[in-house]
């Protein structure tokens, strides 16, 4: 146990080591040149002019891409005005910028982000601001990770997915382990909810009801959605399939642009998907491109925006005074 602890320590030295850092950066940098790499050599086979040519024409697709975009900074934009009493629209700037930063940065470096803008605006104690923000992002874990082994789950026993040709058979049996994972995992969640969480365990429920819905009713709907107004003469397993891959592949934590890695992973078993190529490669791409467009833009645009605020004397990114810690923070 004790040469745990040390090679514990040593390798949390190592990562904050200047020589730690380059190699963490280096690292990312070759996977994404190694993702990239795979994307090519996959458009490559189904023709460059092919998915240029297929790409989204419909105005439906925009639209719905807006709303996929913007379904996660509103959800906490509503969460943090109720819990820290924030007005939307002082928060939702720095939440597009955290956005920016988990998506194309690596996961959770908006919440650092999001962390040191909160304190100096709240003026709390660091214990309440990151202790919010942990209760959030574990809620909203539990949450995707509930969501996904039910979206999974259900394709699986109603045989929507194409993926379950890989491993044979379509028992009911990985629906009821799945849904026993999540039991267990939500069951201790409750049971150390006092260790683990800093907020009431209604407010803990609240955010978990709040992003579970968030992920079954809009991610779920409005991503099949997109899909079918493209392709609307493709069989339900198309977009089960496509769905499934790319939600297992957003679960995984730590690893940056997954966007790339399902795109890769969705192009690599175009051979199970009874639908053109092309077409599919296209519109993955365009959500990509447009995704780390306007990461881009609105990272740029509203930090321009908050710091001319600031200047203006509007005291944005100053504490405010005297804010009293809201019922949900107390103990």
Do not use: C
Request: without cysteine; hydrophobic residues 50%; aromatic residues 12%.
């Amino acid at each position: 146990m004790s040469r745990l602890t040390t090679w514990g320590r040593r390798a949390k030295a190592f990562a904050r080591s200047t020589t730690g850092r380059r190699l963490a950066k280096g690292v990312r940098a070759l996977f994404f040149i190694g993702v990239v790499s795979w994307l090519v050599y996959r458009l490559s086979g189904i023709g460059w002019a092919e998915v240029w040519a297929e790409r989204p024409r419909t105005p439906w697709f925009y639209v719905i891409w807006l709303g996929l975009y913007f379904q996660l900074p509103l959800v906490e934009a509503f969460i943090y005005r109720a819990v820290w009493k924030l007005p939307i629209r002082e928060s939702l700037p720095p939440i597009l910028r955290k956005r920016a930063l988990n998506q194309d940065v690596v996961s959770y470096s908006g919440e650092a982000y999001f962390f040191v803008w909160a304190r100096k605006r709240l003026g709390w104690p660091d214990r309440e601001v990151a202790g919010t923000l942990k209760d959030n992002a574990i809620a909203s874990s539990l949450a995707s990770w509930t969501a996904a082994v039910l979206l999974i789950g259900v394709f699986l026993y109603t045989g929507q997915i194409v993926l379950a040709d890989l491993i044979g058979n379509q028992n009911p049996l990985y629906v009821t382990v799945g849904l026993l994972l999540a039991a267990v995992v939500v069951a201790l969640g409750i049971q150390f909810r006092r260790s683990i969480f800093t907020l009431r365990p209604r407010t803990v429920l609240g955010l978990f009801g709040t992003h579970l819905g968030r992920f079954l009713v809009l991610v779920y709907v409005l991503q099949i959605l997109q899909w079918w107004v493209v392709l609307p003469d493709a069989p339900l397993s198309v977009w089960a399939t496509m769905l499934a891959v790319m939600t297992i592949i957003n679960r995984i934590p730590l690893i940056p642009s997954k966007d790339l890695v399902g795109i890769g992973a969705v192009l690599g078993m175009t051979q199970l998907l009874q639908a053109s190529a092309a077409t599919i490669a296209a519109m993955l791409l365009v959500r990509s491109v447009l995704d780390k467009g306007l990461n881009l833009g609105l990272f740029v645009s509203t930090y321009l925006i908050d710091r001319s605020r600031a200047r203006a004397g509007e005291s944005v990114d100053e504490p405010a005074e005297e804010a009293p810690v809201p019922e949900p923070l107390r103990s």
